[in-house]
């Protein structure tokens, strides 16, 4: 069972990137998803996450407004379109599976399942 993540690289500060993750099989179209992002020397923070349904999400304070969650569970993906982006938003992503939930998680310790992780750099 795997998460893949990709979508990352260099953008300019007020510009947009759009993260993905497929996961390998259809376990994860009931579970919730969620991304994080660690920054260097920061600890690791829950970004954004969604419910197995798509119906409810949440968002970082930080990233409210300007970031936004969805998923396919035709494809095996979740999605994290990612809008204005600011320098402190650069990052590794990754992507998370919280295989027994059905809804929204905002806690790590109950996400199982983990990407390899996507790098978002913002330049100033």
């Known amino acids: 069972v795997q998460l893949q993540a990709y979508g990352g690289g260099l953008v300019q500060a007020g510009g947009s990137l759009s993260l993905s993750c497929v996961a390998s099989d259809r376990t994860f179209n009931t579970a919730a998803m969620g991304w994080f992002r660690q920054a260097p020397g920061k600890e690791r923070e829950l970004v954004a996450a969604?419910?197995?349904?798509?119906?409810?999400?949440y968002y970082a304070d930080s990233v409210k407004g300007r970031f936004t969650i969805s998923r396919d569970n035709a494809k095996n993906a979740v999605y994290l379109q990612m809008n204005s982006l600011k320098p402190e938003d650069t990052a590794i992503y990754y992507c998370?599976?919280?295989?027994?939930?059905?809804?929204?998680?905002?806690?790590?310790?109950?996400?199982?399942?983990w990407g390899q992780g996507t790098l978002v750099t913002v330049s100033s």
């Open positions: 998370a599976a919280a295989s027994k939930s059905f809804y929204v998680v905002t806690t790590s310790d109950n996400y199982d399942y």
């Open positions: 969604i419910s197995w349904s798509g119906g409810t999400t």
